[in-house]
Nanobody, 117 residues
Framework: QVQLVESGGDLVQAGGSLRLSCGGS????????MSWYRQAPGKQRELLAA???????NYADSVRGRFTISRHNAQNEVALQMSSLKPEDTAVYSC???????????WGQGTQVTVSS
């Protein structure tokens, strides 16, 4: 059974930083493209950052320069380092694992990030 579990969400003041972590069991992250998404109340889910199996990264304009995605295959972990947080970053953050051939994809349950002004 595949399970992705996010952690690290918290209440933080604007300008602060957080590190989110996504750990997995049942799959080996090194074989998957990994991504972080978020969804705020009343809004569509937004792709924030993605890292491929060979460590190519891409970011949404809304987070580029503030967020950094990294993968740690030996620990089966992908992280999202967030800095200069803004109230509009408040959302549930989820990780996604997707096989490069598209044959499978998995989601975590999400972790809440709240940024106060």
């Amino acid at each position: 059974q595949v399970q992705l579990v996010e952690s690290g969400g918290d209440l933080v003041q604007a300008g602060g930083s957080l590190r989110l972590s996504c750990g997995g069991s049942g799959i080996a992250f090194r074989f998957y493209h990994m991504s972080w998404y978020r969804q705020a109340p009343g809004k569509q889910r937004e792709l924030l950052a993605a890292i491929t199996t060979d460590n190519n990264v891409n970011y949404a304009d809304s987070v580029r320069g503030r967020f950094t995605i990294s993968r740690h295959n030996a620990q089966n972990e992908v992280a999202l380092q967030m800095s200069s947080l803004k109230p509009e970053d408040t959302a549930v953050y989820s990780c996604n694992a997707r096989r490069p051939d598209g044959a499978a994809a998995y989601w975590g349950q999400g972790t809440q990030v709240t940024v106060s002004s």
